[in-house]
């Protein structure tokens, strides 16, 4: 199966009717791109799995010759963290934005692969030729430094790709959302619109970034004893919107997580971490007075290994928490996590510590990084595809965006699963079942993958 010169297909292997785990493919002329290489994670009620999940590339590996490049649009785990494990399988060139860049040069050192994968680094607005494909990458606003929405340009058509996205007027790091960028493209009429899920259910507009700051000052205001916030590594935006509640309550700020700390280094390496943002040595914790001090920690999905857990055992090596503590989830709960979080909550409320959930706080203090309903007209009344093909996200989810679609005026859409086969040119709006898709399980210790159904 290969696309000749009149062809536009899309062909996801992963993240298409699930959320995370992204792998996407584009062919046209014989030719392959990729956009994205992600992992998920096994539900806790899966201990029999391996922890680390990702699609099974076999399709693309058995077609390494016809891969044109890789483009990462950001550099979240389910867009990037698979690459490490699988390039060996295909070996394609790499093209992605400067922040993305230096946390995958990170990544391969742990995975003796520095030096080994080329990676071109772009900036938003840039177009390179890849192959058969013009791509330009768009500034967009999501939860992480520099997100990166796709103009994918052939001969016979065109895709705009939005990777994961909201329309946030003040993310807190990068630049806000720029209407006129995707109003632009509605010029050339893109053929179709592969477009994010995950809120699709969630009427309104997502919460700017910026809006965090009251709610997580007056938490950190009322606690009397120690403050540790949990949020993901990844959010730096989050990072530095704590360090700014911290400031104004008077309190000095250690990180307790490797993750945590790999990613401020990158902020740091790459421009986006002021330098008046400073921490304190995790090994000094004991030495501040309790209401002086706050922890930002790993560990808000409940991972076992990660430094809330720890903490809630008492068995982390630089903190010990007492009762009228103070513990902030700045997160939501990923599908799937349910369990694990609701036990960790149950073990620091058994010691008397004061636990506070997005859901409970009254006040803004998460913000989602994907567009609820508002958002996704908003933006195909925009863009103006003549076919919407939504992904990212279960059946539910992608079933509500493809519905937003047709409201907002996209007279076809497309909803289908991973391994499908989508028919952007010449026929637009045809889908058939082409892949039989899987995933891989990893034991990360000896690197040696698992086929799973």
Known sequence: MSPDHTDLWFLPLGGCGEIGMNLNLYGHDDQWLMVDCGVTFADPDQAHQPHVQMPDPAFIAERADHLAGIVITHAHEDHLGALPYLWRRFKGRVYTTAFTAEVLRRKLVEFNLAGQISIDVVKPGDRRQIGPFNVEWLNITHSIPEPQALMIRTPVGSVFHT??????????????????????????????????STNALVDGHSVSESELIPGLRKIIENSRGRVVVSCFASNVARLVTLMQAADQTGRRVALLGRSLKNMVSAAKATGYWDSKHRFIDPFDLGFFPREHFMAIATGSQGEPRAALSRLAKDTHPDLTLEAGDTVVFSARIIPGNELLVDALIRALKARDIFVITAEEAGLPIHASGHPAADELTQMYQWVKPELAIPVHGEPDHMAANAKLARGAGVTRQLTGQNGDLFYIKPVVGIRRKAVTTGRLGWDRDALIPVARS
């Open 163 to 196: 990777a994961d996205w909201k329309l946030d007027p003040a993310p807190v790091i990068g630049p806000p959302i720029a209407p006129k960028i995707f109003q632009a493209l509605a010029d050339e009429s893109p053929s179709a619109m592969v477009c994010d």
